[in-house]
T-cell receptor, first 114, second 113 residues
Framework: QKEVEQDPGPLSVPEGAIVSLNCTYS??????FMWYRQYSRKGPELLMY????GNKEDGRFTAQVDKSSKYISLFIRDSQPSDSATYLC??????????????FGQGTELSVKP | EAQVTQNPRYLITVTGKKLTVTCSQN?????MSWYRQDPGLGLRQIYY???????DKGDVPEGYKVSRKEKRNFPLILESPSPNQTSLYFC????????????FGEGSWLTVV
């Protein structure tokens, strides 16, 4: 069983839809949770960063962490064609274990249709 | 502009021919690392460095070497590349004390034939 599970999709939605992306994980010791966006042939770009539990909002993006369920989510409101990309969840134990190594999900490919 | 720069971006090489992928960051970050990205396996850490002259293995270090002689540079060396090292490679960096906000380079597509 992988430490971090993420449905690879692809997920296709119409422009303006609310998108929900999710990851589950098995290691309850994870403390840092991140969402990255990766466009084709580009490096992952940090979108959202959360320490421990709770919600975080940044513009059209909301990240949620539910440590009791070992489940994290990213919501995209009013989705745009420019949001079409692969979304990667990532998490780490701390800043010291292998330098704060990130454990990534496989990524969900999202397509927003005009 | 703050960035992590990798070179080359694309490379096709032959088995056994030594190659180096360079990585440079202009943010004065202490921490740097290399990841590889493979279909179905996601991104996995190869090596990391907490500061100059301090390097250590990640999860998939076999067949790779690194060095950290200067703070800004962290080259990845493949002494004798093999086809199973065909992958997309990313260099990343982070400032110590900045949580775990890791920034990635644009990636280097490496094909070993």
């Amino acid at each position: 069983q992988k430490e971090v599970e993420q449905d690879p999709g692809p997920l296709s939605v119409p422009e303006g839809a609310i998108v929900s992306l999710n990851c589950t994980y098995s290691n309850s010791a994870f403390q840092y949770f991140m969402w990255y966006r990766q466009y084709s042939r580009k490096g992952p770009e940090l979108l959202m960063y959360t320490y421990s539990s709770g919600n975080k909002e940044d513009g059209r993006f909301t990240a949620q962490v539910d440590k009791s369920s070992k489940y994290i989510s990213l919501f995209i409101r009013d989705s745009q064609p420019s949001d079409s990309a692969t979304y990667l969840c990532a998490m780490s134990l701390n800043l010291y274990n292998q330098g704060g190594k990130l454990i990534f999900g496989q990524g969900t490919e999202l397509s927003v249709k005009p | 502009e703050a960035q992590v720069t990798q070179n080359p971006r694309y490379l096709i090489t032959v088995t056994g021919k030594k190659l180096t992928v360079t990585c440079s960051q202009n943010m004065n970050h202490e921490y740097m690392s290399w990841y590889r990205q493979d279909p179905g396996l996601g991104l996995r850490q190869i090596y990391y460095s907490m500061n100059v002259e301090v390097t250590d293995k990640g999860d998939v270090p076999e067949g790779y070497k690194v060095s950290r002689k200067e703070k800004r540079n962290f080259p990845l060396i493949l002494e004798s590349p093999s086809p199973n090292q065909t992958s997309l490679y990313f260099c990343a960096s982070r400032r110590t004390g900045a949580g775990n906000t890791i920034y990635f380079g644009e990636g280097s597509w490496l094909t070993v034939v």
